[in-house]
């Protein structure tokens, strides 16, 4: 159970935040913890073991409230689930109420303030971290003024007054270094994400075909090679087919070639809707597509095809009410021991002689002859 706690359950983001908090409090904690115990051995801790042991309880306190908030999930309805400024914000205040204990070692104390600052450099904006360290510098600077009126014989202003200003200078450079590796950091991240985002795209672009989001010739060839092979070994039948849109350049012509895309995208979402599983719908070019019905048989892929050519035909468009989108496919299923080249080489004469036979048909290229079905089109001049 604990582990589970600890790696984030089974969410790697919040494994991650856990660990950070569980390493800022813990790692952090114990340096400054013994940075002001060896104080007081010392002797440099004002109120000796009994202050010391009064604060650092209600100090440890708030650490482990922080890595409960967290260890528990709550963090996840912060805004910033990793708690980085709020950690900050929590260690300078202790860094400063302990600061006002530590009389001769005050500034090494302070310093623990930069290693603070840098914990936000990767995660916090630069506005934030300048607050933090405006805040550092001036409640420094108080803390200096509180001990010089309340303890005037613990303190010697003048050399606190120093090591204050070289703490100054400190935060100043530290903050704006901050600000600098903030700004690569904006600009890295802003890189990585139009990095991922021509990634994808040409991830896309090398399978899809832009226009219609289908396959394209190259990957469904890929694909179909692969199919084959199984289908090669009985795994289950394939049937191919080749559709070609009739009479499309004259679509083009008559009703402008945008009206002839959204033809072609209108084909890939009505072969989409009758598709499934490893079926798919390739466009091999122009206005020829390549379909693909895994696991199935000739009289299966037939009525699915003559479907889809049905379909079609009984669109209407607004822009074209006279038009009537037809197509003609050919279809075969695979042969054992048929190449590939064949094996399509069978689809395209059957689609051929869909053509042939006066378009919106389907005609099924059988072992040894070709049998057509559809509604031939009058051929137009
Ligand atoms: N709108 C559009 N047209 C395209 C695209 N690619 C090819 N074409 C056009 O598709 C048309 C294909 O014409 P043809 O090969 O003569 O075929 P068809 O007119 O459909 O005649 P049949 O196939 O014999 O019925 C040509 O006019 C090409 O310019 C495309 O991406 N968009």
Known sequence: MQGWFITGGADPDQARTVRRVLFAMVA???AHTLVCWIAAQLDFFRGGS???TRLF???WGGHIGFILFTLLGFNRLCRDPSLTLPVIWWSTLVLLVSAYYTDQVRLCVMLLFFAILQTGVFRSRRRDLAWVGAF????YLVIIALVAHWHPEAVDVTAELIQWAAFLMMTLAVVS???EIGMIRNKLAQRN???????DRIQRLAVRDELTGLYNRRYAMERLTKIREMAGRGAFGVVVAYADLDHFKQINDTYGHGFGDEVLRLFARRAGELLSGRDFCARFGGEEFLIVLVKTDLEQARNVLEQLRRNLAAERFDDAPALRVTVSQGLADYTAGETLEDWLARADDALYRAKSQGRN?????HRGRLDGTGDALPVPE
Request: hydrophobic fraction near 60%; glycine fraction near 18%; avoid cysteine.
């Open 50 to 52: 009994d202050v010391f």
């Open 177 to 179: 270094l901050a600000g």
């Open 28 to 30: 952090g904690g114990l």
């Open 57 to 59: 309880l209600v100090i």
């Open 361 to 365: 048909r389907t005609v099924v290229a």
């Open 136 to 139: 550092g510098v001036l409640a």
């Open 193 to 199: 994400r139009d990095l991922g985002e021509i990634v």
